[in-house]
């Protein structure tokens, strides 16, 4: 099988379906529409799946050459496919998931505008993303991982008519192309570095260089990797976009913005994880920013009363503890959070949807209650899901969560601390969400009813891959890298870990179920401190004020009055004018009067005439 | 060849320049058309005469060939010239230079 190439079916695939839903779809029925962007996904599902059995254990990584792309001088980018142990996970997931959500689209888009237009943008995602995860080489990653950033800008951006839209689809790309530079700035240092981008060569000359001589060239790369995996990945500074991402459709949210794209980074810190080990300050780094994240991104969670909203920074969160992970050098743990976590949090959003679905809109927690024996099915598999990121035993989510944490307390006791805590809060919020959304009376006008089948089936299977997807992926995610030192008994941590979500749980229906009103004056006592945080920190507003405030009134004032008006327009209309000014001079010229024309050329041939005599004049 | 106490050259072109410059100040300063058609004719024969006087100088015969181009040119315009002239007067009733001044602008 290693003699065949194939592994480009996988990618062409969403492609081929987003032309022909691009280019066509327009024309055909929504039947056509729908079963060309399933079908597709579903050929590249079952492919990986041939292609992963085919392949076998994997104990070398399976690569394809297609074709040189780039020749110059000694640096060679070939189109290079790669299948591997955290390729195949990947794969997996991203197949997989976007397989279900693709079905639970055509259910939920069913009364939108821009039906077609929705499915080829989300075939065109799955494309760029599979192209990211197959990638053999840095730029075929690079180019993945600009598409899928285009794709999410044009998903963001979806309800065209919405200026929040269209507005949060700029703040998502731009807020990325900061990270994007950080990735470029890494490509550049990597080439002069090694001299290739091929990932195979890159590893294996960086796992030889002398750590001694080189810490600060590999903490380079290794820093600006990290910076493009802020980006993309929504980690502190960089996060402040992902929450506004939400102005898109929700399967893009679940799909893009909390299973698949978002994990890109901490893909990319796995895969890069040879340059990571061999950089400590960098993996602290990873560390801090993915502990101080999950942190702020939880508190925020805690304060929000939009549905999608309080999932979105909890999907921050959660990749803030799939980098302390990697920041522990557990990466297979972290790819393995990325498993359950898309899992879990596809069935957060897609339940939402769900709910969103059934109130027609309305995404204020404050509007709902008292949905549980409405909407039954969401509710179910929706429980599954906070169950499992909660932390709570049996469920997948609490497998992934406690390696984490104890990969971390392998790394330093403090961090384990500030981690079990906030596990804590993930609890305490996601239940919060559950039971204002769930429970109590329905607080709402709209007549609530439950979704199509094509909704409640990716739900179904999403949910109790929450459940059982963790004990299912376990041993395949662990083929992937470095072990973990397995140094004894861990299960006094892991009981303060599940205690930690228990607890959450337990003061979140203390206070919403129990006692609500508690709630109220809780936030009440707090104060500025409760208006901080349910502002988001001020985040938004202090970039405004730092960096978007002061570049608008330098564009406007410098640029735009500045150079373009004084100068270019100066400079193009003065052109003009000065021509204009002389054609009215010389017109007077043209009297139409014979004689004075005739006197002009009197003059000129004298003018003539004595010039000549004047340049051969010295002569006589 | 040369003959004693013959005219130099230079008297002759002293002329030339005295008739040309002639035609051109009429040309300038008239107003009638057909004077300044004239005053074109003294100006091409004043060329014609240093033509001729060259070419006598030089012995050479190439100005005497260029002086019955110019005779023809000059011939051809003068119809031609008389011809426009006949009609400005028949439109405009005028031999006044100043009267067709209407190419401008």
């Not at chain 1, 009297?591 to 050329?601: L, V």
């Amino acid at each position: 099988m290693t003699e065949s190439q194939s592994l480009w079916l996988i990618p062409i695939l969403p492609l081929i379906g987003a032309a022909i839903n691009g280019f066509l779809g327009r024309r055909l029925p929504k039947m056509a529409v729908s079963a060309i962007a399933i079908l597709t996904v579903l050929g590249s599902f079952l492919w990986v799946m041939k292609t992963l059995s085919a392949l076998g254990d994997l104990n070398t990584p399976h690569a394809e050459h297609y074709f040189t792309w780039i020749q110059s001088g000694p640096l060679e980018i070939g189109v290079d496919f790669m299948v591997d142990r955290l390729t195949r996970i990947m794969l997996l997931i991203v197949t997989g998931v976007g397989l279900l959500i693709h079905i639970y689209a055509v259910g939920y888009m069913d009364h939108e505008e821009g039906f077609s237009r929705f499915f080829s943008y989300l075939n065109l995602f799955m494309f760029f993303m599979l192209t990211l995860v197959l990638a053999k080489n840095f730029l075929l990653v690079f180019v993945g991982w600009e598409g899928v950033g285009l794709a999410s800008y044009l998903l963001i951006g979806f309800y065209l008519k919405e200026k929040f839209a269209g507005d949060a689809g700029k703040k998502a790309f731009i807020v990325n192309r900061i990270g994007d530079f950080g990735f470029s700035l890494a490509m550049f240092l990597i080439v002069i570095t090694f001299g290739t981008l091929d990932f195979t060569k890159v590893f294996e000359a960086a796992a030889k260089l002398p750590v001694e001589a080189h810490a600060g060239i590999l903490t380079a790369i290794a820093l600006l990797l990290f910076v493009g995996a802020c980006g993309k990945s929504a980690q502190m500074p960089l996060y402040v976009w992902l929450p506004d991402a939400m102005a898109g459709p929700t399967p893009v949210s679940a799909l893009i913005h909390a299973a698949t794209m978002v994990t890109a980074g901490v893909y990319i810190v796995a895969r890069c994880s040879v340059i990571f080990d061999r950089a400590p300050i960098a993996l602290d780094v990873v560390s801090y920013v993915g502990l101080l994240t999950a942190v702020v991104a939880a508190t925020i969670g805690v304060t929000q009363y939009d549905i999608k909203k309080v999932f979105a920074y909890s999907t921050v969160s959660q990749l803030g503890f799939m980098f302390m992970a990697c920041g522990a050098k557990a990466y297979s743990s972290g790819i393995f959070h990325v498993a359950t976590h898309a899992f879990f949090k596809a069935v957060l959003f897609l339940g939402a949807g769900s709910v969103i679905h059934a109130l027609h809109g309305e995404q204020d927690m404050r509007k709902m209650g008292g949905l549980r024996s409405k909407i039954p099915q969401t509710f179910i598999t929706l429980c599954l899901a906070w169950l499992a990121i909660s932390g709570v035993p049996g469920f997948s989510g609490a497998v992934s969560k406690d390696e984490i944490l104890i990969a971390v307390h392998g790394k330093s006791e403090w961090m384990f601390w500030v981690g079990v805590v906030t596990a804590g809060i993930t609890a305490f919020y996601v239940s919060r969400a559950m039971f204002m959304t769930f429970f109590g009376e329905y607080r709402g006008k709209a007549h609530p009813h439950e979704s199509p089948l094509s909704m409640t089936g990716p739900l179904w299977i999403l949910g109790l891959l929450s459940v059982g997807g963790g004990y299912l992926m376990r041993d395949l995610v662990h083929t992937i890298g470095p072990e973990i030192a397995d140094n004894g008994d861990h299960s006094s941590l892991e009981f303060i870990i599940v205690g930690a979500g228990l607890a959450g749980i337990a003061l979140a229906a203390f206070l919403y179920l129990l006692n609500r009103g508690l709630s109220q004056s809780i936030a009440r006592a707090l104060g500025p401190v409760y208006r901080l945080i349910y502002d988001k920190y001020r985040v938004d507003e202090f970039y405004d004020a730092l960096i978007v405030h002061p570049i608008q009134a330098g564009s406007a004032s410098i640029l735009w009055k500045g150079f373009d008006r004084l100068i270019i327009d100066g400079l193009v209309n003065g052109i003009g004018n000065t021509i204009g000014n002389v054609g009215t001079v010389l017109r007077r010229a043209q009297g139409g009067h014979i004689p004075s024309y005739a006197t002009w050329i009197a003059l000129g041939a004298a003018a003539v005439l004595i010039g000549f005599q004047l340049m051969s004049g010295g002569a006589r | 060849m040369m003959l004693p106490n013959a005219v130099p050259v230079s008297w002759y072109l002293v002329l030339s320049a005295i008739l040309f410059s002639l035609g051109v100040a009429g040309f300038l300063m008239r107003r009638n058309i057909i004077t300044v058609f004239m005053c074109i004719e003294l100006m091409l024969n004043a060329v014609n005469l240093s033509f001729v006087a060259f070419s006598y100088e030089l012995k050479k015969i190439d100005g005497q060939l260029f002086t019955f181009f110019v005779m023809v040119v000059a011939a051809a315009e003068a119809a031609v010239g008389l011809a426009i002239i006949l009609t400005v007067f028949r439109h405009r009733m005028s031999l006044e230079i100043d009267d067709v001044s209407s190419l401008k602008n």
